[in-house]
């Protein structure tokens, strides 16, 4: 287990579709984490998975958003219907409680 | 509403002196503090950390030290080398009952000039 894997590494979709990220967190990390960053920006929280059970979210994720932790493994993040706003760094990560995040490499979205 | 502050985007340091990273806050409820450095194209990965019941902590050349009165924390990078190049990030959580959601700043760029 080399680390918090994301997939894809980069996509780029047209506005309107609707896409899916994956999240492979640390194996022995019971909480992960999706956030998002745009340019010039620090990581801002979407939500967060205490096993499978979605705990927190922010007011940022939109209903066109929805994420899963279906076995409280890997989690998936979709948004439906694209905006030209959606264009961002999706970074998920992972930890133990009490301790500081894991990141995955992140999911460079672009809407055209 | 920005609870963390980090007023300079970008600091350039000669090779060999010392680079200060500041990173400011808002809500008197945090009590956990991570700096992070990002690469282009990758993650951010963490760094140091500090808690509330302490004023600093050291890891080889990084050092972050917290004054609390102040809600302010710097990083201490010495010596600087050139592979310290990037941005560096600092963030910060409250206790919660559900989970540890952290507030990032938004980045100082470092430059490290050999």
């Known amino acids: 287990d080399t680390g918090v894997s994301q997939n894809p590494r980069h996509k780029i979709t047209k506005r309107g579709q609707n896409v899916t990220f994956r999240c492979d967190p640390i194996?022995?990390?019971?909480?992960l984490y999706w956030y998002r960053q745009t340019l010039g920006q620090g990581p801002e929280f979407l939500t967060y998975?205490?096993?499978?059970?979605?705990?927190?979210k922010s007011r940022l994720l939109s209903d066109r958003f929805s994420a899963e932790r279906p076995k409280g493994s890997f989690s998936t993040l979709e948004i439906q219907r694209t905006e030209q706003g959606d264009s961002a760094m999706y970074l998920c990560?992972?930890?133990?409680?009490?301790?500081?995040?894991?990141f995955g490499s992140g999911t460079r979205l672009t809407v055209v | 509403d920005q609870q963390v502050k980090q007023n300079s985007p970008s600091l350039s340091v000669q090779e060999g002196r010392i680079s200060i990273l500041n990173c400011d806050y808002t809500?008197?409820?945090?009590?956990?503090f991570l700096w992070y450095k990002k690469y282009p194209a990758e993650g951010p990965t963490f760094l140091i950390s500090?808690?509330?019941?302490?004023d600093k902590n050291e890891d080889g050349r990084f050092t972050v030290f917290l004054n609390k009165s102040a809600k302010h924390l710097s990083l201490h990078i010495v010596p600087s080398q050139p592979g310290d190049s990037a941005v560096y990030f600092c963030?910060?959580?409250?206790?919660?009952?559900?989970?540890?959601?952290?507030?990032f700043g938004t980045g100082t760029s470092l430059t490290v000039i050999p």
């Open positions: 500090i808690s509330s019941i302490k």
């Open positions: 998975f205490q096993n499978e059970a979605q705990l927190e």
């Open positions: 990560a992972s930890s133990f409680p009490g301790w500081g995040y894991t």
């Open positions: 809500n008197s409820m945090f009590d956990y």
């Open positions: 963030a910060a959580s409250a206790p919660s009952n559900t989970g540890n959601q952290f507030y």
């Open positions: 194996s022995e990390h019971n909480r």
